[in-house]
């Protein structure tokens, strides 16, 4: 005996398939989807044995666009950027504003020193540099056998 699924979305395509792909199409409109997705950076975390590199894609904004805060252990970093084509003397009938936010927000270790943070925005990536304090940082050595 062969088990077979029902799957709805097969059986109304067969039986009406103008009315699924309407639907389709307006629901994956990737205009639509855009707009109601929430925009958050993608994000690099590399460790060292001096320090914590974190990366952030964020192409399109200005280095004064950044707020950068460390509140104990958090680091927030958040960006507001608004574009408005002011045109005077026009009348228009449909007007959109580009508006972009986000907030990222990282909890560090204890080991890290506080007033070693640096950041630098170079070709749409911002890289924060967070050194270790020297206690934390890894110490080699060998040991002899005796």
Avoid at 109 to 119: E, L
Wanted: hydrophobic share 40%; aromatic share 8%; no cysteine.
């Amino acid at each position: 005996m062969t088990l077979v699924k029902f799957n709805p979305a097969k059986n109304t395509a067969s039986v009406n398939p103008w009315f699924t792909d309407v639907f389709e199409s307006v629901f994956n409109d990737s205009v639509l989807t855009d707009r109601l997705v929430s925009r958050v950076p993608a994000v690099n975390i590399a460790e060292s044995d001096a320090d914590f590199q974190i990366e952030l894609a964020v192409p399109g904004l200005k280095k004064e666009d950044f707020k950068i805060s460390v509140d104990k252990n958090i680091l927030s970093i958040s960006a507001e950027k608004k574009n408005e084509n002011n045109q005077e003397g026009k009348k228009f009938s449909k007007r959109e504003f580009s508006y972009t936010s986000f907030v990222r927000s990282f909890t560090l270790p204890d080991t890290i020193d506080h007033a070693k943070i640096d950041a630098a925005y170079v070709d749409g990536i911002l890289k924060l540099t967070i050194a270790k304090k020297e206690e934390a940082k890894v110490q080699s050595r060998e040991i002899a056998v005796q």
